[in-house]
């Protein structure tokens, strides 16, 4: 076998080894059981590491090849014009990369939140490092890059509070007993407002404050039902 082939098969052997320990290093931490803001950034950091320890293996063997090592003189002493042209080639691509860092660290959103995007709602599925996947309510999948994610208006509905508000309003005639009818229904909520008022009709509103949004709908139903109970017992 000449010395050329056994050099091509050590810088083979050089990317097959590379990539098994970049599938190894990315096995281990993807065993953690993490939250979402840990894991959004764990996520990035695996694909980080992955795509340095095979290019390090790639470029590793691609030096033992002497021709390639020769080139690679050739292509240092000119790393200014190489480096400019791939800067202007790649400026989005490396833009987004910049991008999905920034979002890993600073968290606008996170694998699993439900968010809107560009006026389309959906669940994080994955965090790339150039693209970020979004499962649509009719199941489609968004496909956004980092970078404009990074400078577009993100609406996140899972990072808030854990308090959400539930509301239930009502039309009853307006007239003298108006104010009697507001501090009766009162009771029957954590806030309670006149929101409309016309010549014949006013509109009350009665919230209260429940844990999680899925008890908002539960919750919102309850006060409908105090409030037609209160209704029919002040003979409204």
Request: charged share 20%; glycine share 8%.
């Amino acid at each position: 076998m000449s010395l050329f082939w056994q050099r091509a098969l050590i810088a083979l052997a050089m990317i097959v080894a590379s990539s098994i320990v970049a599938q190894l290093v990315d096995w281990r931490i993807a065993r953690r059981e993490l939250a979402p803001g840990v894991a959004t950034r764990y996520r990035v950091l695996r694909r980080l590491i992955f795509a340095a320890i095979v290019l390090l293996g790639v470029l590793s063997a691609l030096l033992v090849l002497p021709p390639v090592r020769a080139l690679a003189g050739g292509v240092l002493a000119s790393s200014a014009i190489v480096g400019l042209v791939i800067g202007f080639a790649s400026q989005r691509t490396i833009g987004n990369l910049v991008a999905g860092i920034l979002i890993a660290i600073s968290q606008p959103l996170r694998l699993g939140d439900e968010v809107e995007v560009q006026g389309t709602r959906g669940v994080v599925e994955e965090i790339g490092l150039t693209y970020t996947w979004i499962r649509t309510r009719d199941n489609d999948q968004l496909v956004v890059p980092n970078e404009r994610l990074a400078s577009e208006t993100i609406r996140n509905s899972t990072i808030r509070s854990a308090r959400t508000l539930a509301e239930a309003t009502v039309q009853v005639p307006a007239g003298p007993g108006l104010r009697l009818l507001v501090d009766a229904l009162a009771s029957e909520g954590d806030e309670v407002y006149v929101t409309e008022l016309t010549a014949d009709t006013a509109t009350i509103a009665v919230r209260t404050w429940v844990s999680g949004e899925a008890a908002a709908e539960r919750a919102a139903s309850d006060l409908r039902l105090k409030i037609a109970e209160r209704l029919a017992g002040a003979g409204t």
